[in-house]
């Protein structure tokens, strides 16, 4: 074309991006903390998808876990307790070109950023969301969490919580437009990595509950989570996320499930006894809002002036 | 019969059956539900194309739903039209079309009809099947005429009747044809506005709706002896008539604003509305967020991906926006938000007009927020302000605030026809890979402007924080560095506030009164003033447009006449109860921040009715402090 020969065609050599272009600082989390883990898994993604730091995102709101896109040499947005969703939506809204991630704790998410969240899964815009479950309020210091299990001891409950916990699986199973559901754990690496790459392979807003080890408040917690694995199960299936061998090892017990099966994947949710590690449900077909705010991008100045004027020619004298 | 104010009494050969007048204030007034509002709505339109100056203000209920034939049920219109420019709604109106005896009762107790107030009412009620309908119709009949009303009674429904079964839903278009051959409107123009109103609806409706309306004006020329003439002025610009929501909604668009976000709330949604109908062809969107919070959080991620964004709300709203906001002082974004001011403090009085959110803009957020408040005074200043806010809130990286309010939103008045311009819509920023070393807060010491980095560009990467932080974005506790980039975001201001000119004088540099008004009062002081100028009061008055930071030179201004006074409708504090001091007094909000400003004794006439403040009642305060100050 236009008499070009191909010879002169320069490819300009492609920037490989190794795990340093990722990494930021020193994450300054308790030795022992789950979000370590999750850091490490996310960077991970980044070089196996090649993102371009310019164009990723992480959106966050506050807390412990809310720090995490000060650890990543991309872009980032640590806004507002319990806002994290609708800044991320916004980001992506006319940006589709952009990776966006939304980091949240079970504060952040479950309570203060509970409206948001139901609705940001139900506007289905492509962003991959990390729920850090560590069952309390990190940051401010060991308060009951939306998450924290009948009769936990914190401070705002010295004598125990005295309310059920939310469960976030069943919630966000429980509202319409739903498209990925997924729980992990952050000391099981294999299914970490796994899940958190499904979410970010997933067209559309993947909302992945990691259950999260707060060494600092929750030491007894962290000690039954990670010795106890009988109350732990892999969910398996061909359509949902393969975990390495390393994970099905150690993790005796293995439930098949569909995840294109909604009713299966709320009675899985329901079951308080076991954690089940894996994808509740997904469905790659659901309507997508981030799809409807970029349809109209890329409008030259001539075309929005010859449409504004069009429109005020009905008011003209 | 007595005319409205202004009647001229020469009649021109060709008209001679018709009454010359300058301008009249004309009010409809319904069940609601009747469509008072359409009717009187494109009363002002065809006025205005025609050439007259034009203001018109709804008057809405409360409830969705009251029951009819209430006090409360009161729904219409106030239309002020006169050859010359109209700049407010004006005091008591010479003429009122009812639909019933009991809604002007509404108005009655809002003292907006004079003695000579013409009268022209709905008649079928006086043969209602019901006594008691009947009677309290006779009673209302009586009462008007001893309040010295000029009744005319209109078989309205009677004549509908002849057309549609249903009158109920035609009888406002058979009265804006009435008032049609009244006021000597072009026909052809209404009926191209009935069109318009009706362009989403069936043929059907558009011709049954055209032949109420010529049916109107017909029985009006056969049976009413009322005809008035308005010389119209034919303007040499070209001009646009619309209410200030509809020009809040094509300054977005013409400022090149790409993501409307907002969460319904009255009286600032018919922006959105009109918005939902166009933007989409000018290459926006609409995001109707869960609540208001999520729409500025929408709005302030758009904006931090570089797309520029607008937030629209009124009073509660703005409540709930008030931690975003104080992120976005914090953090640097770029953000336009516009306030429809209504009655507070909590839901208040959703449809009425109130200037109280001056004061929550400015100090709403914990900590030091320091952001541009401006307040257009017109609806041509609705529009183009958007533009200069967008402008502000990108060179200077924080959110501007625009302070509309329910006068504006619903007030229609024609002005030059905007010239949309190719640089107000020039992306936000340079997108091409940062300078070396370019810093996310590369605050400039001097002015404390820096230039913002966007993602998808190179070498900018960065995470924003609410959190105190450093040149480099980073978290910082460092008390020297959270005292100096306080500085620095304050400084902001100051460096925008050197761009502004001292204001306008209306009327002389110096004197005895100044009168100082901001946002929708202007037309109603500046007209009260300059009556009060022509009776030999020396009194001027000054309007600003910039309330942070505020326009320069107010002192020098101030020290030139013995009293400054500000016009507000908010609430203040009289000196006239008896537990209020000058100590312990509440001001109106614009006279709080400049007597904290300017150290000048500024006082202040303010008041929550929920009503534009009439040239009138502005006269009368003005004339009262001039006497006064004449006595010492
Ligand atoms: C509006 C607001 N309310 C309260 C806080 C205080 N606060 C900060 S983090 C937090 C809880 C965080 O808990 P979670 O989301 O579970 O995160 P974690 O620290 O456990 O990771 C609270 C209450 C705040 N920053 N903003
Ligand atoms: S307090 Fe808990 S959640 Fe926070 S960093 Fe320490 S271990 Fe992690
Ligand atoms: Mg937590």
Redesign the pocket.
């Known amino acids: 074309m236009f008499g070009i020969k191909k010879d002169f065609i320069c490819e300009l050599p492609k920037k490989y991006y190794t795990l340093s272009n990722y990494e930021k600082g020193v994450a300054r989390?308790?030795p022992?903390?789950g979000?370590h883990a999750v850091l490490s898994s996310v960077q991970r993604l980044c070089r196996e998808k090649q993102l371009p730091p310019e164009k990723t995102v992480f959106v966050s709101g506050i807390g412990?876990?809310s720090r995490f896109p000060h650890y990543m040499n991309t872009y980032g947005f640590h806004g507002l307790h319990g806002r994290a969703f609708p800044v991320a939506c916004g980001v992506k809204f006319r940006r589709p070109d952009l990776n966006v991630f939304v980091i949240t704790g079970d504060g952040d998410c479950c309570s203060i950023g509970a409206g948001a969240w139901i609705h940001a899964i139900r506007y289905n815009m492509n962003i991959t969301t990390i729920m850090f479950d560590?069952q309390i309020y990190?940051?401010t210091k060991k308060q009951t969490s939306p998450t924290s299990r009948l009769g936990t001891i914190s401070n705002t409950h010295p004598t125990g919580s005295v309310l059920p916990p939310v469960n976030p699986l069943q919630t966000s199973l429980g509202m319409s437009n739903v498209s990925f559901v997924a729980q992990t754990a952050d000391w099981v690496p294999g299914h970490l990595f796994a899940t958190i790459k499904a979410g970010y392979e997933h067209p559309g807003f993947a909302f992945i509950k990691v259950i999260m080890r707060?060494?600092?408040?929750m030491g007894p917690l962290v000690e039954e989570m990670t010795t106890n694995r009988d109350a732990v199960s892999i969910l398996t299936h061909e359509k949902g996320i393969q975990p390495d061998d390393g994970t099905l090892h150690a993790y005796k017990n293995h439930q098949i499930h569909d995840p294109t099966d909604i009713n299966a994947a709320r009675e899985l949710a329901e079951d308080q006894a076991t954690s089940y590690l894996g994808l509740f449900y997904q469905n790659k077909d659901a309507i997508r809002y981030d799809q409807y705010g970029a349809h109209n991008l890329g409008f030259t100045p001539e075309e929005k002036i010859t449409a504004v004027n069009a429109q005020l020619d009905k008011f003209a004298v | 019969m007595k005319d409205g104010n202004g009647s001229l009494a020469s009649p021109s050969p060709k008209t001679s059956n018709r009454r010359v007048i300058k301008e009249h204030i004309l009010e409809i007034v319904s069940d609601s539900g009747e469509g008072a509002q359409k009717a009187g709505q494109s009363f002002g339109a065809v006025s205005a194309k025609m050439g007259n100056g034009v203001w018109t203000v709804e008057i809405i209920p409360a409830d969705i739903q009251p029951p009819p034939r209430t006090k409360e049920s009161a729904s219409g219109i106030r239309i002020r039209f006169g050859s010359g420019k109209i700049t407010n709604a004006g005091d008591e109106a010479d003429v009122l079309v009812a639909f019933n005896e009991i809604v002007p009762y509404n108005r009655i107790e809002q003292n907006v009809y004079r003695e000579g107030t013409i009268v022209l009412i709905e008649n079928k009620w006086a043969t209602d099947e019901s006594d008691e309908i009947r009677k309290s119709y006779a009673t209302a009949i009586q009462d008007f005429k001893d309040r010295k009303f000029v009744v005319h009674e209109i078989p309205m429904e009677e004549e509908c009747l002849k057309l549609t079964p249903n009158p109920k839903k035609g009888k406002n278009m058979w009265v804006l044809g009435m008032l049609c051959h009244m006021y000597d409107r072009d026909m052809e123009k209404a009926a191209a506005q009935v069109g318009y109103i009706f362009r989403s609806k069936s043929k059907a409706v558009v011709d049954s709706n055209l032949q109420l309306l010529q049916a109107g004006y017909d029985w009006a020329s056969d049976h009413l002896d009322l005809c008035y003439r308005l010389p119209s002025v034919e303007s040499e610009e070209e001009l646009v008539v619309m209410n200030g929501n509809e020009a809040l909604s094509f300054g977005i668009q013409a400022a090149g604003i790409e993501l409307c976000s907002m969460y319904p709330i009255t009286p600032a949604t018919s922006t959105s509305h009109h918005l939902a109908e166009c933007i989409q062809s000018s290459g926006g969107i609409i995001h109707q967020a869960e609540d208001e919070i999520a729409a500025v959080g929408f709005a302030i991620g758009a904006s931090y991906a570089g797309k520029t964004s607008v937030t629209i709300t009124s009073g509660p709203g703005l409540a709930l926006k008030t931690e975003f906001l104080g992120l976005a002082v914090m953090a640097e974004v770029p953000l336009v938000v516009i306030d429809v001011q209504r009655g507070g403090p909590s839901t208040g009085l959703p449809t009425k007009v109130e200037q109280s959110d001056l004061l929550a803009v400015l100090y709403g957020q914990p900590g030091d927020a320091p952001k541009v408040v401006l307040a257009p005074s017109t609806i041509e200043e609705c529009f183009h302000f958007v533009v200069l806010a967008r402008r502000i809130a990108e060179s200077f990286r924080m959110p501007v605030i625009l302070l509309s309010d329910a006068n504006l939103a619903t007030g229609v008045q024609p002005f030059p026809r905007p010239q949309l311009r190719e640089e107000w819509l020039s992306p936000p920023v340079d997108q091409s890979p940062r300078a070396e070393g370019a810093m996310p807060y590369g605050w400039d010491e001097k002015t404390g402007l820096s230039q913002r980095p966007v993602p998808g560009q190179a070498g900018g990467e960065y995470t924003l924080t609410g959190l105190a932080h450093s040149a480099q974005g980073k978290v910082t506790y460092l008390p020297e560095v959270n005292q100096k980039t306080s500085a620095l975001r304050s400084l902001k201001l100051a460096t925008f506030g050197r761009t502004l000119k001292p204001p306008r004088i209306n009327g002389d540099e110096e004197g005895e009164l100044l009168v100082v008004g901001w946002g929708s009062t202007l037309g109603a002081i500046e007209e009260a003033v300059n009556i009060a100028r022509e009776q030999g009061g020396s009194v001027s008055s000054l309007h600003l447009r910039f309330l942070s930071p505020l326009e320069p030179g107010l002192l020098d201004i101030f020290k030139r006449f013995k009293k400054v006074m500000t016009v507000e409708i908010n609430y203040s504090d009289s000196l006239d109860d008896p537990m209020i001091t000058p100590e312990n007094r509440r001001y109106a909000q614009l006279a709080w921040i400049l007597r904290a400003q300017t150290l000048v004794d500024v006082d202040c006439f303010s008041n929550v009715y929920g009503q534009p403040l009439g040239p009138g009642k502005i006269l009368a305060r003005i004339n009262k402090e001039l006497s006064k100050l004449n006595q010492h």
């Open positions: 989390w308790c022992g903390c979000d412990c876990s560590n990190g940051m707060c060494s600092k408040f």
